[in-house]
Structure formats: C-alpha cells, structure tokens
C-alpha cells in the first residue's frame, strides 16, 4: 500500500515538471509595459504615467508585445484618458491616470502594517502619483497596510498623528537670504507635520510662519 502511494506521488511530480517544462512562457505585464513605452515619449513636459489600470480579462493574456498595437491620442493631458489598444485581434480600452510629476515619499525597505515611519524609514523621489505624500507628512505616521520597498506612500497608506496642540514647545529653524538662525518658540494653533504652521518666538515675541516638521521643528522660509 504504501509503495503504491509513493508511486502515484512520484508520477504526479513527473506530470507537473513535464507541464512546467512544455508551458507557453507567460510575458509580464505586456499591455501595460507597451502602454507606458507608446506614451511616454509624447507626454508633455512635468507629465507621468501614474497607473494603468489593466482589466483583469486582459491581463491574464499570453500576449506577447509583438502583438500589441497602442493608438495613442494626439494630445495627452493630466486626467484619466481611455487608450485604444489591439491585443491578437482583440480591441480594448485601458484607463490611464497621467499625473503632474512631483517629490513624493517612497520606502527605503519593506514594512509591515502598524509601523510608525521615521527619517530612515522614507526617501524622496520625483514621481506622477495620483495621492502621494510628502516626507514631512509621513514622518511619525503609522502604516495601514504592508508597503513594499520602493512603494510610494500614499495618503491612504498612513494614519497620520494627531496635530500638536497650540501652546506647545517647538524648535525654530529660519532660513532667510543664506543665514540660518534656530531659537525656541511656541504653537500659536494647533498643527500637524507637514502642513503650515504659526509659530512665537520665545526670545522676541515675533509671531512667524512655516511649515511644521519632526520631531517639533517649524522651518521658516524654505521647504524643509
């Protein structure tokens, strides 16, 4: 009995390796890459490819890219344009998102839902993005999913932290005409990281305003 059943295992075993060794090589994403190869050179200046959103039914096509014909609009625009493509015969249309390029927050390494992200955590990158985020926002956040490395960060990908109250202590950094001062001050309003903030002086009473930064710094007069 139990010959028979190591027999019927090793010829199950034999029949897979046999199906893996005589199947069609599987090309990857083939419409989107040929998508993205027909726009990009034609996309104004300042313009991404953000995502292409390839029906399931067509993505589970064997296609090679000598099959493929892309017809590309004459004029591409930010917005969600429709691309008429050919697959082996087949006519489709694939919603394209084209974004303005911009800095955005992208993970240095993998991380798990739950983490809090620091400096190390994020890099920055020029991207077209639909909702990406800055590095200044992320900081401190908690992820709500699991981010791959290279992954760029979402709006929807992070709890942000709760705003620090008004009244509390925070570091001044001033960036003005090549000079840089740092003093101490504190939150006239309440304030998230990476959003405007209104700050007072300790020392002079002066009432300034800047961008809010981790761990409780206010630059003022240049992106941090």
């Known amino acids: 009995m139990k010959r028979t059943i190591i027999t019927a295992v090793l010829a199950l075993i034999a029949t897979v390796a046999v199906a893996l060794a005589t199947a069609r090589p599987v090309h990857a994403e083939p419409i989107a ?16 490819i953000a ?16 099959s493929i014909t892309v017809d590309a609009p004459r004029e591409l625009r930010a917005g969600r344009p429709s691309i008429k493509i050919t697959v082996r015969g087949r006519v489709a249309y694939v919603p394209v998102a084209i974004a303005p390029v911009v800095a955005v927050a992208v993970m240095r390494a993998a991380l798990p839902s739950g983490s809090v992200l620091s400096d190390a955590d994020v890099a920055i990158e020029h991207r077209a993005v639909g909702d990406g985020v800055s590095a200044t926002q992320v ?14 960060i979402g709006a929807q990908d992070v709890a942000l932290p709760a705003p620090l109250p008004r ?26 990281f990476g959003e405007p903030a209104t700050v007072r002086l300790l020392a002079t009473k002066t009432v300034l305003h800047g961008i809010l930064v981790a761990p409780a710094t206010v630059v003022i007069g240049a992106a941090p």
């Open 33 to 48: 890459d040929a998508i993205r190869a027909r726009l990009e050179p034609s996309l104004p200046a300042g313009l991404g």
């Open 51 to 66: 995502e292409i959103h390839v029906p399931t039914a067509l993505a589970r096509l064997d296609a090679a890219p000598s």
């Open 139 to 152: 900081v401190g956040a908690t992820l709500t999913r699991d981010l791959e490395a290279g992954a760029a």
């Open 167 to 192: 009244g509390s202590d925070v570091s001044v950094d001033v960036r003005r005409s090549g000079l840089r001062i740092r003093g101490s001050g504190v939150l006239e309003l309440a304030a998230r």
